[in-house]
């Protein structure tokens, strides 16, 4: 696979809840790919399919119709056991809300998916020490997520979700819960991360974030409305053409 192809696709995406009277077509036949190291923004109104798009692309819910592929592999017809491996070890989530475990330090919030993943703790306490300390929080490894700010648990979510490598950073509105400081150090560090070369789709209503994104989908009723590319994966759009021409 080449670094233009696209690590996401889907063909015809569709996700329905309910029948008849109340038939709800949460995604609508969306064809979209991802470029291999694109940040691509997905805006819309509440209720227009966003959160349901993640969710399928990341494997969390399964497709009514249509097909997912993740760098070249059907994911859609796959089984429980091999979907919730690919959960683990080739998709990061990162929600508005967090989700980190209550119970467990910041370190162990990012530990537990590299032992989830099969590896040994030598190696997931090494993983967490450089995410921690990539994040900003090594000074923070020991806290409790009740003893930190918004923004830091957040940090510690991005952590966590980067902890097994993934092919893919899904983010459901990372900032909808953070101050403008605190909404500034997340989008600092999805810059970083953009930088080098992690893709990420981030659904936000924030313009601050959907600014520095290579790409804009816009969603109206579970569908694709608009698709903007701000730069060609990163280079600013008509140099690698211009290049080749
Ligand atoms: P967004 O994230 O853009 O706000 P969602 O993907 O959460 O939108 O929801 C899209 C539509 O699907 C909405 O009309 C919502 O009410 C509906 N929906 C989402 N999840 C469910 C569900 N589990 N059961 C029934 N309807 C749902
Ligand atoms: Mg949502």
């Given at each position: 696979m080449n670094q233009f192809d696209a690590v996401l696709r889907t063909r015809d995406l569709s996700r329905t809840h309910g029948r008849g009277e109340s038939l709800v077509h949460a995604v609508d036949g969306v064809d979209l790919d991802v470029r291999t190291g694109q940040m691509l923004a997905v805006m819309g109104p509440s209720g227009c399919g966003k959160s349901t798009l993640l969710h399928l692309l990341g494997g969390l819910e399964r497709p009514t119709g249509g097909e997912v592929w993740l760098a070249g592999r059907r994911i859609d017809t796959l089984g429980e056991r091999a979907l919730a491996q690919l959960r683990r070890r080739s998709v990061g989530f990162v929600f508005q809300a967090f989700h980190l475990v209550e119970e467990l330090s910041a370190a162990e919030n990012v530990e537990l998916p590299v032992l989830l993943a099969g590896r040994s703790p030598r190696t997931a306490r090494r993983r967490t020490d450089q995410l921690l300390e990539q994040v900003g929080l090594a000074d923070r490894a020991r806290h409790l997520p009740w003893q930190l700010s918004g923004g830091q648990r957040q940090r510690v979510a991005i952590a966590r979700a980067l902890a097994n490598e993934p092919l893919v950073l899904l983010a459901d509105e990372?900032?909808?819960?953070?101050?403008t400081a605190a909404t500034l150090d997340v989008l600092r560090l999805f810059e970083g991360l953009r930088t080098a070369g992690q893709t990420l789709v981030i659904v936000t209503h924030d313009e601050r974030v959907a600014a520095t994104a290579d790409r804009l989908v816009s969603m109206r009723d579970g569908q694709l409305v608009d698709d903007t590319w701000m730069t060609d994966h990163g280079q600013p759009v008509g140099g690698i053409h211009g290049w080749e021409g």
């Open positions: 990372p900032t909808g819960n953070l101050d």
